[in-house]
């Protein structure tokens, strides 16, 4: 059974909450909302709303830590879409990534925590421990970050992000997206961790998935 969280009332968070809900509302799209359902995305509430339109909501608004933790912990799709643009990376620790991590339940929100928010951060050891999560969800999230942290991790995080990527998630589309641009971006930052590329992909190629040949013959090209 999860935490009931309680929060001090302020009443400016309470009023920002309640125009964003609202802006929200104005701005539903019931074919996309749909469309987003049939995709698979399972949400509480989903009105549809384009990412280009959250990003204009958000831009109304400073970031903030509370307001960010609170719209994410409304089971709604675009206030958690939102509270990624409205976290101040500098202001998610890794205690606070902990709790945060257990709202990423969908494909969508994987992609999207780690492009606005996470790959803005320094938590390389969580980013990586989420890697190794028995979370499908959380796994996807850290391929998408790490994939846009290559320029900044040390080589012995650049070799544990390979080491620990399941070749089991490559039967996913955006699982295997995220994979081939991490690996990939690794072999333009370095070629001294080429023989630990060659090992994952034997290792890929000894279990086959949906993706896997596509993935070996995509980097074999940058080795």
């Known amino acids: 059974m999860k935490q009931i969280k309680y929060f001090a009332v302020n009443e400016e968070i309470e009023n920002q909450i309640k125009s964003i809900r609202r802006a929200i509302y104005l701005s539903m799209n019931g074919i996309c909302a749909e469309n987003i359902d049939n995709s698979g995305l399972e949400y509480n509430q989903n009105f549809g709303v384009a990412w280009s339109r959250l990003v204009e909501i958000a831009q109304n608004y400073t970031p903030d830590y509370t307001l960010a933790y609170r719209l994410w912990l409304l089971p709604i799709r675009e206030t958690k879409l939102l509270a990624t643009l409205l976290c101040p990376p500098h ?3 890794a205690e606070r990534l902990a709790e945060w991590i257990d709202g990423i339940s969908t494909i969508e929100l994987a992609e999207i925590f780690a492009f606005a928010l996470l790959r803005k951060t320094t938590l390389t050891e969580q980013i990586l421990q989420l890697e190794q999560s028995e979370n499908h969800h959380l796994r996807l999230t850290a391929y998408h970050t790490l994939a846009r942290q290559t320029a900044n991790l040390n ?3 650049l070799k ?3 080491e620990h990527i399941n070749p089991q998630d490559l039967d996913e589309i955006s699982a295997f997206r995220a994979i081939e641009s991490l690996i990939t971006n690794i072999t333009f930052r370095t070629s001294d961790l080429n023989h630990i ?3 994952k992909l034997e290792e890929i190629k000894s279990a086959p ?3 896997s040949n ?3 013959i995509n980097i074999k090209e940058f080795l």
Do not use: R
């Open 91 to 93: 202001e998610l620790t």
């Open 155 to 157: 080589t012995e995080h």
């Open 160 to 162: 544990l992000a390979i």
């Open 197 to 199: 590329i060659n090992n």
């Open 209 to 211: 998935t949906t993706y």
């Open 214 to 216: 596509q993935l070996i």
